[in-house]
């Protein structure tokens, strides 16, 4: 049986280059996935947003961090639990979402070109698929799903 995982690596490997060569300054392609998770549901905790992600709490809590830094990000604490960060979007990320939507979307193409609408409808399935074992994987052993 071919491995799978091998071709899935090769593909994210793939996509950091070019994200990182489409977008300049200081915006690290590893923060990404993170850009359109907060811009597409603002004011989500930041546990909800290691859950969207499939990243374990303490790296969100580093992405975090760093976004917040770097001025991406702003953090409120929530009402009704002080124990509890919600994560919004600042100008300064609203500003780079369109070129960082962009870049997910012709990447999108990219990876789909010359995939008929069958072919990519089987692909997604199976992909989900996959992608549910290795969280139920990971939370088995242990882990998170990250």
Not at 76 to 87: G, I, T, Y
Request: charged residues 30%; contains cysteine.
């Amino acid at each position: 049986m071919p491995r799978i995982s091998r071709q899935l690596n090769i593909i994210s490997r793939c996509q950091s280059s070019y994200r990182r060569m489409r977008l300049e300054g200081d915006f690290a392609p590893g923060y990404h996935a993170y850009a359109l998770a907060i811009c597409a549901r603002p004011g989500r905790s930041q546990d909800e947003l290691a859950d969207a992600l499939c990243i374990n709490k303490s790296t969100i809590a580093r992405g975090i961090d760093w976004l917040l830094e770097n001025g991406y990000v702003r953090r409120e604490l929530k009402p009704e639990d002080k124990r509890c960060f919600l994560v919004y979007p600042t100008d300064k990320m609203l500003e780079i979402y369109p070129k960082v939507k962009m870049i997910a979307d012709s990447w999108n193409k990219i990876l789909t070109e010359d995939i008929s609408e069958e072919e990519l409808a089987v692909t997604y399935s199976v992909i989900a698929k996959m992608a549910e074992h290795a969280k139920r994987a990971a939370l088995e052993i242990g882990g998170d799903k990250q």
